[in-house]
């Protein structure tokens, strides 16, 4: 069995991800091929289309929500992400089990009270059936039905029992009002069941993500006992072994390239998945840096360069200025910063276009 190092991993994980060379494609193509983008920063899915994608421009995606062909709403790692609408409808009753643990891990009936879960639901729909609503005004409004537990733990079992895709205009780009919710059947036409198979999404996690093991999966979804879904389409894999021993499977025709492919500077948004796709993460990032990323910026906000996490990220904005700074986690080459301050000074104009910019790498 042929023996993959990291270094290649990353290639081909790099190259799937789009992140070796920006790729010419529309947003709902890169989205689809990605199985969604994280969205728990209403910005972060135009930052991961822009490091890309080549001449990815903002209103592109804006107008794609909008229009309804995009939707956000918790799916993979009861996590928001932006998804093509058959795969948040055919993922969703995928990672159903794992929002109902979660729910009853955070709130249950410490948080919830005495109430009946069926009770609560149905009275929740009724509210926003009416209309949308924040989360706020959601918890807020059952809260004076059902007096007894917390509005919050209200509000998020319906989050958990419903599929609430969050509109416009919020959580669009420029936008920083609270989410506005509202049931995916009052946002986009039917059907509302659009059946995905697990072991088609096991293809296309590989596609997109591989050479993986099915704990990578299963960590990058939030679905347990993937095995079975990876037994059933077994013969269409290929099977590599990682540098730790751990058998890694792959599509026979999908991208490998060299470990010495030359990987560009590339600015990640927050919780970017190609960063938390993996049980296994050293393929992108080191545990040590891990560590340093989280603890500096709290969100995965990661520069990469030569493949591999090295930098966090932060933009600070003051009266018609932004400065970029750059906070390496090691000493880096010139020619590193040099590529730096080029990707950084391309992505600080695509953030703030009107601004007067300036990049900042740190000792």
């Known amino acids: 069995m042929e023996k993959l190092t990291d270094r290649q ?5 790099l190259s799937r991800q789009m992140l070796l060379e920006r790729a010419d494609l529309g947003p709902v193509e890169a989205v689809d091929r990605l199985i969604g983008l994280q969205g728990q920063v209403s910005e972060g899915p135009y930052q991961g289309l822009w ?3 080549r001449n990815f421009r903002h209103e592109e995606l804006t107008a794609l929500i ?3 062909t995009l939707v956000r709403a918790t799916s993979f790692r009861a996590t928001l992400h932006l998804h093509t609408v058959d795969d948040l409808i055919g993922i969703r009753p995928h990672v159903q089990p794992t929002l109902e643990r979660m729910w009853k891990s955070a709130f249950g009936n410490r948080r919830f009270g005495d109430n009946d879960v069926r009770t609560v639901h149905r009275a929740g729909r009724k ?9 706020g ?3 807020k409004a059952l809260q004076e039905k059902f007096p007894d537990g917390e509005p919050l733990a209200k509000s998020v079992l319906l989050q958990v029992k419903e599929i609430l895709v969050q509109i416009p205009p919020t959580r669009v780009w420029g936008s920083g009002h609270a989410p506005i919710l509202t ?3 009052n946002w986009v036409p039917g059907p509302y069941k659009r059946p995905m198979r697990l072991e088609d999404l096991v293809l296309r996690y590989l596609r997109a993500y591989g050479p993986a093991s099915i704990m990578d999966m299963q960590s990058w979804s939030g679905i347990s006992k993937l095995g079975a879904a990876f037994a ?3 013969e269409q894999l290929v099977e590599f072994e990682g540098e730790d021993g751990r058998p890694l499977f792959d599509l026979a025709d999908a991208p490998r390239p060299d470990a010495d492919t030359p990987a560009p500077p590339r600015f990640l ?3 970017d998945n190609v960063l938390l796709g993996f049980g296994d993460r050293t393929r992108i990032v080191s545990d040590a840096d891990q560590k340093r990323l989280t603890e500096w910026t709290r969100s995965f906000r990661a520069v990469l360069v030569d493949g591999f996490v090295a930098a966090g990220w932060s933009i600070a904005r003051r009266k018609g200025h932004a400065t970029l700074t750059v906070t390496p986690f090691r000493k880096l080459l010139k020619r590193d910063i040099r590529d730096i301050e080029r990707e950084g000074a391309a992505f600080l104009d695509f953030m703030d276009p009107d601004a007067k910019g300036a990049v900042v790498v740190s000792p």
């Open 269 to 271: 948004p927050d919780f």
């Open 66 to 68: 909008v229009e309804r």
């Open 9 to 13: 991993l990353n290639r081909a994980t």
């Open 137 to 139: 005004q959601l918890g």
């Open 232 to 234: 059933k389409v077994r």
């Open 51 to 53: 490091s890309r994608l």
């Open 183 to 185: 049931p995916i059947e």
């Open 127 to 135: 509210l926003l059936n009416k209309g949308p609503m924040t989360g």
